[in-house]
């Protein structure tokens, strides 16, 4: 099982970015995928979650300003981000929780860095 992400970058406060993140399995079944962020001198945080079924939970920081999506059959998730803050500036990984071989666990993708400019 492989996750790759993509998508970071530098932008100007106020814009937008969008990340990606591929799950690269066969014979798997992915439950819960998400958007974790890690800034500098700080412990890795939730963003966002999206269930299998599609509810999402989203920080209190990024409420109203990301949106979290899926693609089931493309064993895909993406992460839209706007109105972009210097705050938010971090290291985005995604992450997945995957059945397969008869357990479950949680798989991370390689990190991804977003700089935002004041």
């Known amino acids: 099982v492989q996750l790759q992400a993509s998508g970071g970058g530098l932008v100007q406060a106020g814009g937008s970015l969008s990340l990606s993140c591929t799950v690269s399995?066969?014979?798997?079944?992915?439950?819960?995928m998400g958007w974790y962020r890690q800034a500098p001198g700080k412990e890795r945080e939730l963003v966002a979650l999206?269930?299998?079924?599609?509810?999402?939970t989203y920080s209190d920081s990024v409420k109203g300003r990301f949106t979290i999506s899926r693609d089931n059959a493309e064993n895909t998730q993406a992460l839209r981000m706007n109105s972009l803050k210097p705050e938010d500036t971090a290291v985005y990984y995604c992450?997945?929780?995957?059945?397969?071989?008869?357990?479950?666990?949680?798989?991370w993708g390689k990190g991804t860095l977003v700089t935002v400019s004041s």
């Open positions: 399995a066969n014979g798997v079944t992915i439950f819960d």
């Open positions: 999206i269930y299998k079924n599609g509810l999402t």
């Open positions: 992450n997945a929780l995957i059945f397969g071989g008869a357990r479950t666990l949680s798989y």
